[in-house]
T-cell receptor
């Protein structure tokens, strides 16, 4: 079954530390996305990718980097984590060949920066 | 860019009552519309997708209405039950960029 798998599920990081969130998809989708979810804001797009080697800035990219080394994997990198980055992060994949296709979401990563 | 406003942020209804959640959007070029359900601590699951040419879609226990003139999308749960308690998000997509813009969400509580 096609799926999006995120790791870790939970993470506690120290302010100023580096954090890497990983996402793997078996949908063979070209597009992948990283969102963060905060109460009152819904989901906000951080970075996205059109395929291996591609990363694009979303609506709130500051403080985040992304890496898409392969079709299957898309990582979100916090080089210097700050408490304001405490959030729930969702990865998703989508089929660029069909604009009406919905996204498949991962289960989310809860990040606490202390 | 596209702005999506979702109302209400919180909604509490009794079992068997209807619940209506509305999203308004700004980009007249938006063509694809989605409703997602998120149960506590879980990921987002697709409820329904609606295209610009469709005005009414019916699912199991709910109806989605699209009013292109007013740029309004609504989700109507016709007879809510406790299992409907969750957060609901609308998402809007332009044909050109395949990026969703999400509403801020509605936290629905159905009281037995």
């Amino acid at each position: 079954e096609a799926a999006v798998t995120q790791s870790p599920r939970n993470k506690v990081a120290v302010t100023g530390g580096k954090v890497t969130l990983s996402c793997n998809q078996t949908n063979n989708h070209n597009n992948m996305y990283w969102y963060r979810q905060d109460t009152g804001h819904g989901l906000r797009l951080i970075h996205y990718s059109y395929g291996a080697g591609s990363t694009e800035k979303g609506d709130i990219p500051d403080g985040y980097k992304a890496s898409r080394p392969s079709q299957e994997n898309f990582s979100l990198i916090l080089e210097l984590a700050t408490p304001s980055q405490t959030s729930v992060y969702f990865c998703a994949s989508g089929d660029v060949r069909h604009a009406n296709s919905d996204y498949t979401f991962g289960s989310g990563t809860r990040l606490l920066v202390i | 860019g596209e702005q999506v406003e979702q109302r209400p942020p919180h909604l509490s209804v009794r079992e068997g009552d209807s619940a209506v959640i509305t999203c308004t959007y700004t980009d007249p070029n938006s063509y694809y519309f989605f409703w997602y359900k998120q149960e506590p601590g879980a990921s987002l699951q697709l409820l329904m997708k609606v295209f610009s040419s469709t005005e009414i879609n019916e699912g199991q226990g709910f109806t989605v209405l699209l009013n292109k003139k007013d740029k309004r999308l609504s989700l109507n749960l016709t007879a809510a039950h406790p299992g409907d308690s969750a957060a609901y998000f609308c998402a809007v997509s332009n044909t050109g960029n395949y990026k969703y813009v999400f509403g801020a969400g509605t936290r629905l509580k159905v009281i037995a």
